[in-house]
């Protein structure tokens, strides 16, 4: 059992499963490839959403603003996954800003032909009320178990969920996490500096191992058991 994927992992990748073949081509002749470089925001929280957006290359990171005016990153969204499609579904603003952390190839599908295969198909239907679900219960248990957790616990939790998305593939068993570091002390809920201090602990302790902004876990075990995971 792999404890992060089974109850704090989501990978929306499978939206196109099952569905008509003609369906398929007609939807993906209206995509549009958009070619960007890192630090470029598709879509900022409180605007409507206009399209659905599917990751070919690269990194996207969701992210909250609080009262405070810091910003709170909810999620990353990794290659082939599809995001954007719960406002279009519920006719909302969107609740995030979405933002490239890589040189980003994404393909983006206009609303009204999104809606109009989403009409045309009960697969697509299915696979998408399964996503929504399994999105809310992922990030449920993320809100929940980052609540209870202390600054420290929070980094090495914050560490393994990256470690999952940042692998090439299910063989990995670790992978290079190229993430800020203010990025990942947003992701955990802390202060850069604070995070910081955790990242130089675990090094010490020959946890991780980093050079530069890249990390590597060398010990995930004590990484869970640091997060308190058990």
């Not at 599917?54 to 999620?75: A, D, E, P, T």
């Not at 178990?145 to 929070?154: C, G, I, L």
């Amino acid at each position: 059992m792999n404890l992060i994927r089974d109850k704090y992992y989501y990978k929306c990748d499978s939206l196109l499963t099952g569905i008509q073949k003609n369906l398929i081509e007609e939807f993906e002749s209206h995509a549009k490839t958009l070619t960007l470089k890192k630090n470029k925001i598709l879509f900022k929280e409180e605007t409507y959403s206009d399209g659905l957006y599917r990751l070919i290359k690269g990194k996207v990171k969701i992210y909250q603003y609080n009262s405070n005016g810091k910003f709170q990153i909810v999620y990353l969204y990794t290659k082939d996954e599809f995001f954007g499609f719960r406002p279009i579904l519920s006719e909302t603003k969107n609740p995030v800003s979405a933002e490239t952390i890589e040189d980003c190839q994404i393909l983006f599908y206009p609303k009204e032909h999104f809606l109009n295969t989403l009409y045309k198909s009960p697969a697509l239907m299915k696979n998408l009320l399964k996503a929504v679900s399994y999105e809310f219960n992922v990030w449920a248990n993320l809100i929940s178990t980052f609540s209870h957790k202390t600054v420290k616990e929070r980094v090495a939790f914050a560490l393994l969920i990256l470690n999952e998305k940042y692998k090439k593939n299910d063989l990995d068993k670790n992978s290079i996490i190229n993430f800020g570091r203010e990025d990942l002390a947003s992701f955990a809920g802390t202060t850069t500096e604070t995070c910081v201090r955790a990242l130089t602990q675990f090094k010490e302790a020959k946890i991780i191992s980093s050079e530069g902004r890249k990390i590597k876990i060398l010990k995930e075990q004590e990484l869970i058991r640091i997060a308190s995971l058990y």
